[in-house]
């Protein structure tokens, strides 16, 4: 298959789960490398090797195309254990990829007492009505050491005489703060365990960022896949319902150590409808059968923590923020056919604050948005199924209406359209940057 010239990111626009994997995996034949720059086990998608579905964590989606090159950049955390049970269900199925697998030295290691602070952390908030709903793996307290200066990093793992002591002083603050009877393996059992886990893969940790620069000045295109999404941003989401990391653009370049203009297209992806895992504010939420019955329909259950997923109509002022915060280029617009036989569809095209007043700006804090009420604008439904279209004229005129309208709300041009979840049940949009690479 030819390969293109031009670096592409794709980004999630909500709060994570739009269905980034299947843009990935369409996408990543075209391209050498395909690169994860943040996140962990936190994330989830699903990709269906010979009928059967795997669910993959940290390794990147292009892992069942063996043309492309994997990379791990430095923004990502790790949890190794989680990681080769990823990587042996993919050879049980015949995929190798450790071959073609480059870990950065620089990213983190998720270690057990991060992951003992994130579930006691979360049960203490249950208990006040605060907690976040994190997926309990690790990931915020890994980036907190990150930030503390007493992470462990890949390249650690090559010197296990120093580990030890790497791994003690946030070991030790974590036991202070949860006491001494809280279960977490001693430091030299940790230390055991990591270098057992890292065995295997001690040839795969390396400079990802030289290798990337490399391919840069090669000109060998690198798909780079976005994990969770921008409403989910550290800085730039639902501060403090968020995950640890920038998922947004700006976790691109430090996660991967390239410059900005190492990027050429944004690909933003977002569903037809909203969802969310997790405590913190939605607008767009639907509290009622018709929230179930997009719940039903879409299969709205984490891949992660098989989670039900909060379920509402499309969030404009959210998606538009998203678009604007990494100046997406193009909007792939996900399962679109489970709004097929509804008698309405809503758009949420702003909110109402507190006084009556409409707004498109959202909230820096928590508070603020609990006075938000959606302003929804009601489309006629559509009769006639979309499930399978692959060309956007034979779409009926109401879905093309909602479609338009959801576009011009987000100021952003459409550029593909997903009606189902296999690779072919989907549209790209003529005379955009997708014709290109899948037109
Ligand atoms: P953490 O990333 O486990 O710390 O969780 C923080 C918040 O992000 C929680 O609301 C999670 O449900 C949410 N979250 C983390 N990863 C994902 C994801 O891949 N999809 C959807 N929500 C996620």
Known sequence: MSRVSENLAVLGLQWGDEGKGKLVDLLAPKYRHVVRFQGGNNAGHTVVVDGQTIALHQVPSGALHPECFLVVGSGVVLNLDVFQVELSRLRERGVNVTDRLLISDKAHIILPHHIALDVWREERATKVGSKIGTTGRGIGPAYEMKAARMGVRMGDLRHPGVLAERIRPGYDEVRLRLGEGAEMPSVEATVENLLKAVEPLLHCIGNAQSRLLQACA??????????????????????????????????????????????????????????????????????????????????????????????????????????????????????????????????????????????????????????????????????????????????????????????????????????????????????????????
Not at 319 to 348: I, S
Request: net charge negative; charged share 20%.
């Open 218 to 439: 090669k000109g060998e295109p690198i798909l780079f896949e976005g994990a969770q999404a921008t409403m989910l941003d550290i800085d730039h989401g639902t501060y403090p319902y968020v995950t640890s990391s920038n998922c947004s653009l700006g976790g691109l370049f430090t996660g991967t150590g390239l410059p900005p203009k190492a990027l050429h297209r944004i690909l933003g992806v977002a569903k037809a409808y909203t969802t969310r895992v997790g405590s913190g504010p939605m607008v767009s939420e639907l509290l009622n059968p018709l929230g179930d019955r997009i719940r039903e329909a879409g299969h709205e259950y984490g891949t992660t923590t098989g989670r039900p997923r909060r379920c509402g109509w499309f969030d404009a002022p959210i998606t538009a923020h998203a678009c604007r915060t990494n100046g997406v280029d193009g909007l792939a617009v996900m399962k679109l056919d489970v709004l097929d036989g509804l008698d309405e569809v809503g758009l949420v095209v702003a909110y109402r604050d507190g006084r009556g007043a409409l707004t498109s700006e959202l909230p820096s804090c928590a508070a603020e948005w609990a006075d938000l009420k959606p302003e929804i604008k009601l489309f006629k439904g559509w009769s006639t199924p979309t499930r399978g279209i692959t060309d956007h004229r034979q779409l009926p005129a109401e879905a093309q209406a909602f479609l338009d309208a959801l576009a011009e709300v987000v100021e952003t041009p459409l550029a593909f359209l997903s009606t189902g979840p296999d690779r072919t049940e989907g549209c790209v949009y003529p005379g955009t940057f997708l014709e290109s690479l899948l037109g």
